[in-house]
């Protein structure tokens, strides 16, 4: 469910991330504020708005705790362009590897699908009557009143069919009754041969030392110069009329508005969160070059900061973009990135490690709790899963057992868990459908036992 920023106070943003994540509490705070803060920015004078600073987040914790969920949810949730990247994916200029000014084109690339999707629904209607008209075209060849093109039996440049009837005049009783059978989904299954085009890009050269990203920004165009290959295609009367719909709306829908529109939108309420930062930060006692590292670092701190970016669709001022980090930092610490760009992300907020009785509640209470996936996808071989109270006890106790004496991986270890409690009944539920197989917690046991009790075989498996 997407909702668009003003329609969210602080409170309502962390109820809707507490559906689906459990606890973090302050986490959800600083997440909400920001978020509520951008849309308050654009309430203030335009002198005031320049002035105000995005308040950039670091959230620290260990893995499986939350923070890439917190993410998702977030994406789910927000009407503003949002992009997930990370950090370890970049290197320094210079070096094979993406660019850190990649993920700008990366969240305007997103922007522009937003706003062409807004802008198609507006001219929906009218897209829809175009489509229909052509679709009738391609039924009843001749029969729109244009003057047709010699040589074809179309009437639009982009389509072509075989005439099946004999001309008719537009507004006919003949069209108006295809009109009305093509309404009602009589003509669905109806073969019809239309004219598609395919863009395709012509052949270029790459040089050393350029990057794809650095020719992304010419790339966007050479499409409408170069053309399309036309491919005449034979569909259905359904297939034809979606694919008539689609150019229609490309064609009603202004795309240089749509490019404005997108880059004011990035500028204004644009969010990049950036997951693993501290996979970038220097660590002590390092030697040799590495370019994804410190080097990443400072190429992204202009970025943060504020910096004229060229886009396919334009430049883009990252002045005022959100930025929120994430990462374990179990091997380094927030000091260990440059100070310049500590600066930029004022506000630390700490996630807690998992309880047991955070792992209860996560089986338990999100709306995509593990339990109601693995019952529902059960279901579909009709075996109904009864887990008891104790075996998600039991579960929770085991996965806080495991991570405690092995590598702590949060939340993630009870996916490890209920795969190895449920392999069984997994394997065999298309033999056993109309069953119902209770889960309690001598079946837990049974069923980790051996691993459970074998340390060393624990390491691997669990």
Do not use: W
Request: proline share 3%; with cysteine; charged share 30%.
């Amino acid at each position: 469910m997407k909702i668009d920023l003003d329609q969210l106070t602080p409170k309502e943003i962390v109820t809707e991330l507490d559906k689906y994540i459990i606890g973090q509490q302050k986490a959800k705070k600083a997440v909400a504020i920001a978020l509520r803060n951008r849309m308050r920015r654009l309430l203030l004078s335009e002198d005031m708005r320049d002035e105000v600073a995005p308040k950039n987040i670091i959230m620290i914790g260990p893995t499986g705790v939350g923070k890439t969920e917190i993410a998702r949810r977030l994406s789910r949730l927000c009407g503003a362009p949002f992009i997930k990247v990370e950090a370890t994916k970049y290197t320094e200029v210079g070096y094979v590897g993406r660019d850190v000014e990649s993920m700008i084109r990366d969240l305007v690339a997103v922007s522009v699908s937003m706003v062409k999707t807004e802008l198609q629904v507006a001219v929906q209607e009218e897209a829809q009557k175009r489509a229909e008209e052509a679709v009738l075209d391609l039924l009843l060849p001749g029969s729109s009143g244009k003057q047709e093109k010699p040589g074809t039996g179309a009437t639009d440049p982009s389509v072509e069919t075989t005439p099946v009837l004999a001309p008719q005049a537009k507004g006919s009783s003949t069209r108006e009754k295809f009109r009305d059978m093509l309404r009602k989904g009589e003509l669905d299954d109806k073969s019809v041969e239309v004219q598609i085009t395919h863009k395709q890009f012509p052949a270029i050269e790459i040089f050393s030392g350029t990057s794809f990203e650095e020719m992304d920004v010419n790339l966007g165009n050479l499409g409408n110069i170069f053309g399309g290959r036309k491919k005449r295609k034979r569909t259905t009367v359904k297939r034809a009329r979606e694919i008539l719909l689609a150019d229609e709306m490309d064609k009603l829908v202004d795309m240089d508005r749509v490019s404005e529109m997108a880059i004011e939108r990035v500028e204004q309420m644009g969010i990049i969160f950036l997951d693993e930062i501290d996979k970038i930060a220097a660590r002590e006692n390092r030697s040799g070059v590495d370019v994804s590292r410190e080097g990443v670092q400072r190429d992204i701190l202009p970025i943060v900061e504020g910096s004229k970016v060229n886009t396919s669709q334009g430049m883009v001022d990252t002045s005022h973009i959100l930025f929120i980090a994430a990462g374990a930092f179990h091997m380094s610490k927030p000091s260990d990135l440059i100070p310049e760009l500590q600066g930029r992300f004022p506000l630390r907020v700490e996630l807690q490690a998992l309880t047991s009785e955070d792992f209860v509640n996560i089986l338990t209470q999100p709306r995509n709790a593990l339990i109601k996936q693995y019952k529902e996808l059960l279901k579909t071989e009709n075996v109904e899963l009864d887990f008891s109270e104790d075996a998600i006890h039991r579960i929770s106790e085991i996965a806080t057992e495991v991570n405690a004496s092995t590598e702590n991986i949060g939340a993630r270890r009870l996916h490890t868990i209920l795969e190895l409690v449920l392999e069984e009944v997994s394997f065999n539920a298309p033999d056993i459908g109309g069953q119902t197989i209770a889960i309690t917690s001598n079946y837990v046991d049974e069923r980790l036992k051996n691993i459970v009790e074998d340390q060393d075989l624990a390491r691997f498996i669990l």
